[in-house]
């Protein structure tokens, strides 16, 4: 079982940064894959980065390439997420999620936090 805990979403003007943070309770953290997702209003889930377990790669979608960038620090149990030149489009409820897997489809995800709300102004 795997508790995970958002951290650092708020309010920030176009071209703004924020970083968020996913706190993970356990000691098997380097174990999982973990990933962000986001859902914007009125719309579905969808993928934002990935950190591969072991392998160390990283997933990006391609609306936020270049732009964030998805870090892990093992040793804290903690997954971050920068987010730069942030966009009104990227206003959103942001999901930390965990997966025991090499895969980081959506549907093998098995653990997710609670959400943190990042809204973007123009």
């Known amino acids: 079982q795997v508790q995970l805990v958002e951290s650092g979403g708020g309010l920030v003007q176009a071209g703004g940064s924020l970083r968020l943070s996913c706190g993970a309770s356990g000691r098997t953290f380097s174990r999982y894959t973990m990933g962000w997702f986001r859902q914007p209003p009125g719309k579905e889930r969808e993928f934002v980065a990935a950190?591969?377990?072991?392998?160390?790669?990283?997933r990006y979608a391609d609306s936020v390439k270049g732009r964030f960038t998805i870090s892990r620090d093992n040793a804290k149990n903690t997954l971050y997420l920068q987010m730069n030149s942030l966009k009104p489009e990227d206003t959103a409820v942001y999901y930390c999620a965990a997966a025991y897997s090499d895969s980081w489809r959506v549907s093998a995800f098995d653990y997710w936090g609670q959400g943190t709300q990042v809204t973007v102004s123009s």
């Open positions: 950190s591969i377990r072991w392998r160390g790669d990283t």
